[in-house]
């Protein structure tokens, strides 16, 4: 299921500026998680955020979660061609079994 | 370094034929996941297994079956491919508070 919306769909910054990215979900969650993949490949887990935490950060990544709006972004500091993929938010919903519910992802491409 | 191994990155099979995609784990994880990946369509989930032998669909599963009879070792079988089945097909295991995901197996049925 999915629950997550994610915007923007696409995103395309020069290397060296910041990348933001949203996430908006539906439910009640325990915990906010974001995922990178880059292409062809399978998705890697990045960060996770506890409903209870507001702000969450590491190395160049920082997390928000506002769970008075449902929501969180994920801000990706001092970019790096590297960092082009795409990025995926998944929330373990409080009625959830066993699932994650997935966003439908933000594709990031950094321009050298 | 803990892993998911996905057996094939890349398949190609023929209308109709039975297909296998296997999953190996070695994290000693209960819950073990199906996805496929379609653009446009995100993750959608297949089946999941949250113990050996236990299975659950998931919200796509017309078409497939899976199998665990290790713990370990997670299969989605496709009984009679069809070439609405082409796509990525990503398994993980983990719990709700992170997933490992494989590398993927691009399925092209033909």
């Known amino acids: 299921s999915q629950q997550g919306e994610e915007d923007p769909q696409a995103l395309s910054i020069q290397e060296g500026e910041n990348a933001t990215m949203n996430c908006s979900y539906k439910t009640s969650i325990n915990n906010l998680q974001w995922y990178r993949q880059n292409s062809g490949r399978g998705l890697v887990h990045l960060i996770l955020?506890?409903?209870n935490e507001r702000e969450k950060h590491s190395g160049r990544l920082r997390v928000t979660l506002d769970t008075s709006k449902k929501s969180s972004s994920l801000l990706i500091t001092a970019s790096r061609a590297a960092d082009t993929a795409s990025y995926f938010c998944?929330?373990?919903?409080?009625?959830?079994?066993?699932?994650?519910?997935w966003g439908a992802g933000t594709k990031l491409i950094i321009k050298p | 370094d803990v892993k998911v191994t996905q057996s094939s990155r890349y398949l190609v099979k023929r209308t109709g034929e039975k297909v296998f995609l296997e999953c190996v784990q070695d994290m000693d994880h209960e819950n073990m996941f199906w996805y496929r990946q379609d653009p446009g369509l995100g993750l959608r989930l297949i089946y999941f297994s949250y113990d050996v032998k236990m299975k659950e669909k998931g919200d796509i599963p017309e078409g497939y079956s899976v199998s665990r009879e290790k713990k370990e070792r997670f299969s989605l079988i496709l009984e009679s491919a069809s070439t609405n089945q082409t796509s990525m097909y990503l398994c993980a295991s983990g719990r709700n508070y992170g997933y490992t995901f494989g590398s993927g197996t691009r399925l092209t049925v033909v």
């Open positions: 998944a929330t373990d919903g409080q009625d959830s079994n066993y699932q994650l519910i």
């Open positions: 955020i506890r409903s």
